[in-house]
C-alpha cells in the first residue's frame, strides 16, 4: 500500500455539525483477503461529541492495523519500514480526537499525521470539486428524471381521471337513460294501464247502461203486456158480461115461442113435406101428408093434440117478435148483397132477396137478428145467407105478416115465424125452423133442420 492512499480520508462537520466523510478502502497487511473500512467517520462513530476537526491526510506509512473498540480508533502507521502507533510529535500536525471520551474510561486515541503537501492537497480540493459537481449532477439528473417520472406520472393519473371521468360520465348517461327509458316506460305502462282501466269501466258502464235500458225496456214491455192482460181481461169480462146479457137475451127471444120452439116445422093447417127430410118434430093443426120418400130424423109427428099448445106458444110468440123494437136501419127492400150485424130490423112492405145476404156477429156467438116485414118475404131461386164471426142460424128470426116463399135451390138461414102460409121450393135447404101461425106450410124435396136451436 502506498503513502499516498491515505491521502483521500478526511472528515469535517457541516454548518449543522452533522460528520461528513470520505473513506477509501485500503489494505491492511498481514490480514490476508480482507478489506475494512481504513476511516469511516460518520454520526453513529461520533456519540458524546463526535468528529470536530479534519483528519489531515497521513503521509509516509502505511496503515498497519486498526482497533475500533466503543468509539475508539487506534491506527499503527510505519513510515520507512518501520512502525509506529498513533503518537506524532507536535512538530507534525496537531493531534486530532477521532472520538469523544467514551464511557469506558479509556483515553481516547489519537492520529498525528504528516503533513500533506500543497499539490496533493490542491489536487484533493479539484478531486473533491469534481465529485461534487458529478454528484450534483446526478442529483441533478436524477431530480430532473424524478420530475419528469412524476410528471409523467401526473400526465398518465391525469388521462387516466379523464378517461375515468368520461367513463363515468357515459355511465351516468347511460344510467340516466336507462332511468329515463324506465321511468317512460312506467310512465307508458301506467298510462295504457290508467287508459284500460278507462275502457274497461266505459264498458262496464255501457253494459250496466245497456242492461238497465233493457231492463227497462222489459220492465215496459212488462207492463205493457200487464195493460194489455189487464184489457184483454176487461175485455174478457166485458165481453162474458154482454154474452151472458146476450145469452139472456137470446134465451129469452128464442123463449118467446114456447113450446112451438121444439118443432122443426109446425102449421095450424096443413103441413105438407113429400120426398123430404126433416130433423126435429113435425105438427100441425089440420092433415099432414108425408110419403115414403119423407124422412123424420130426431123427432116425430106429433098429434093435433100434441101440437094445439105448441100452435098456442106460436101465435103469442109472433105477437111479441113482430113488436121488438127497432135498433138497425134496412138499406132499401132488397136485402141481396147487404151484410146484417146484430139487432131488430123493420121493412113496413115486402122484402126481397135477390143475392147473398151476410150475417156477421162480430165474434158475439150469442148475437140475436131479427128481421121485420108488414109484409112479404120472398128470395130468388139460388140465392143464400151467409153467417160470419159467430152468427148463428138459431139467432136469427124472419118475422112476416104476409107470406114466405123462397125460392128453389135456396139456401136459407133462420127461424121462419110467418102470420101466412109458407113454401119452400124444391130443392132448398134450410138451417132453421118453418113455423106457420095461421096458414099451411109446404116443403118439396127439401132438407131442414130445425134443432140448431140457441144452445147448439
Request: proline share 3%.
Amino acid at each position: 500500500m502506498k503513502n499516498s492512499d491515505l491521502s483521500y480520508l478526511f472528515s469535517n462537520s457541516d454548518s449543522l455539525g452533522r460528520s461528513r466523510s470520505v473513506s477509501k478502502m485500503v489494505p491492511v497487511p498481514g490480514i490476508a483477503s480482507r478489506r475494512v473500512a481504513a476511516v469511516l467517520i460518520s454520526t453513529a462513530l461520533a456519540v458524546g461529541g463526535g468528529l470536530v476537526s479534519p483528519i489531515p491526510a497521513i503521509a509516509g506509512g502505511d496503515v498497519r492495523s486498526v482497533t475500533h473498540q466503543r468509539c475508539v480508533l487506534s491506527m499503527r502507521v510505519s513510515r520507512g519500514g518501520a512502525e509506529s502507533d498513533n503518537s506524532a510529535s507536535a512538530s507534525d500536525a496537531s493531534p486530532v480526537t477521532m472520538c469523544g471520551p467514551n464511557t469506558s474510561g479509556r483515553t481516547s486515541t489519537r492520529l498525528v499525521p504528516s503533513p500533506m503537501p500543497p499539490q496533493s492537497r490542491s489536487g484533493l480540493v479539484s478531486k473533491i470539486d469534481g465529485a461534487k459537481a458529478k454528484a450534483a449532477a446526478r442529483s441533478v439528473a436524477k431530480a430532473a428524471a424524478a420530475v419528469a417520472k412524476a410528471k409523467a406520472a401526473a400526465d398518465a393519473a391525469a388521462g387516466k381521471a379523464a378517461a375515468a371521468k368520461v367513463a363515468a360520465d357515459a355511465m351516468a348517461a347511460k344510467a340516466a337513460a336507462d332511468a329515463q327509458a324506465i321511468i317512460d316506460a312506467k310512465t307508458a305502462a301506467a298510462i295504457a294501464a290508467a287508459a284500460n282501466a278507462a275502457n274497461a269501466a266505459k264498458v262496464a258502464a255501457d253494459v250496466a247502461a245497456a242492461k238497465l235500458i233493457t231492463d227497462a225496456a222489459a220492465a215496459q214491455a212488462a207492463a205493457a203486456q200487464a195493460a194489455a192482460a189487464q184489457a184483454a181481461a176487461a175485455q174478457a169480462a166485458a165481453a162474458a158480461v154482454a154474452a151472458a146479457a146476450a145469452g139472456v137475451k137470446a134465451a129469452a127471444v128464442y123463449a118467446y115461442l114456447g113450446t112451438a120452439g121444439n118443432y122443426t116445422v109446425l102449421a095450424d093447417a096443413a103441413v105438407t113435406a113429400p120426398a123430404s127430410t126433416i130433423t126435429g118434430n113435425v105438427g100441425a093443426g089440420a092433415a099432414i101428408t108425408l110419403d115414403a120418400q119423407t124422412t123424420i130424423h130426431g123427432g116425430l109427428v106429433r098429434s093435433n093434440a100434441e101440437s094445439a099448445t105448441a100452435l098456442a106458444d106460436l101465435a103469442a110468440g109472433y105477437a111479441t117478435l113482430s113488436t121488438l123494437p127497432t135498433t138497425g136501419t134496412l138499406n132499401g127492400t132488397d136485402l141481396g148483397g147487404q151484410t146484417l150485424t146484430p139487432g131488430v130490423y123493420h121493412s113496413n112492405v115486402a122484402i126481397a132477396i135477390s143475392d147473398t145476404v151476410t150475417f156477421d156477429a162480430g165474434g158475439d156467438p150469442n148475437a140475436v137478428f131479427v128481421i121485420q116485414t108488414d109484409a112479404a118475404l120472398n128470395t130468388t131461386a139460388s140465392t143464400s145467407t151467409r153467417l160470419l164471426n159467430g152468427a148463428k142460424a138459431s139467432n136469427i128470426y124472419w118475422v112476416s105478416a104476409g107470406a114466405v116463399t123462397l125460392g128453389a135451390s135456396s139456401i136459407f138461414d133462420g127461424t121462419i115465424v110467418s102470420d101466412a102460409a109458407v113454401t119452400i121450393g124444391a130443392q132448398s135447404t134450410i138451417l132453421g125452423k118453418a113455423l106457420s101461425v095461421t096458414a099451411a106450410t109446404t116443403l118439396d124435396s127439401d132438407t131442414i133442420d130445425g134443432t140448431n136451436n140457441y144452445t147448439n
